[in-house]
């Protein structure tokens, strides 16, 4: 039998501290939005599982919406072009939103985003991320709401892959180096 586990060196954030933390994000963002008109955007295909999670720990109408922005195509480094594969659907114009990703890494991705999306006049844009790898930033991007800060590994599981594989990996896992190296 073969089990996505088995290329796993270590477990990073488990599945019940992941739970904790998405819980308790909830409740910050059920605060913070009271009274106003959230959209949630997630950044496919990353943040699925954070934002299937976060969704629901949060006690307000909200929307939910998709963009697809790609900057790493099949390689474990960014390449530094960001693309959208595909836009969001709802007019956020006027609308409080919420960008939902899974990890901020360079920075490249979400500074991008940013500056398109604030050209769409929302009333509010902010970010939340359930991982920020704060060593690697290249680009300045200010995080409203972050779940763990980790160190500089190339982690997989809870919506983040390696070459399109371990998104369903229910906890944050270090790859085995042998298999990317
Ligand atoms: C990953 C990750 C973030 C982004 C972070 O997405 O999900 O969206 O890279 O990197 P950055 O801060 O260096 O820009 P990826 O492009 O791999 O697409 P995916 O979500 O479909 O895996
Ligand atoms: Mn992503
Ligand atoms: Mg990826």
């Given at each position: ?13 488990t599945e019940e501290q992941l739970k904790e933390k998405v819980k308790e994000l909830g409740q910050i963002i ?152």
């Amino acid at each position: 039998m073969s089990s996505p586990t088995q290329d796993i060196q270590e477990i990073l954030i488990t599945e019940e501290q992941l739970k904790e933390k998405v819980k308790e994000l909830g409740q910050i963002i059920t605060k913070d939005y009271q009274g106003k008109d959230l959209v949630l955007l997630g950044v496919l295909k990353g943040a699925i599982m954070f934002m299937a999670d976060l969704s629901r720990a949060i006690d307000l109408p909200l929307s939910i919406d998709f963009m697809a922005v790609s900057s790493y195509g099949s390689s474990t480094q960014s390449s530094g072009i960001v693309k959208i594969i595909k836009d969001h659907d709802i007019n956020i114009e006027g609308k409080d939103v919420l960008i939902v990703e899974d990890i901020i890494d360079s920075g490249l991705t979400l500074s991008y985003l940013r500056k398109t999306l604030l050209e769409r006049k929302p009333r509010s844009l902010k970010i939340c991320t359930i991982l920020d790898k704060p060593e690697r930033r290249e680009a300045d991007v200010k995080v409203d709401y972050c779940g763990f800060k980790i160190p500089d590994k190339f982690v997989v599981g809870y919506g983040l892959d390696f070459d399109e594989k371990y998104r369903n990996l229910p906890f944050i896992g270090v790859l085995k180096p042998e298999l990317y190296k």
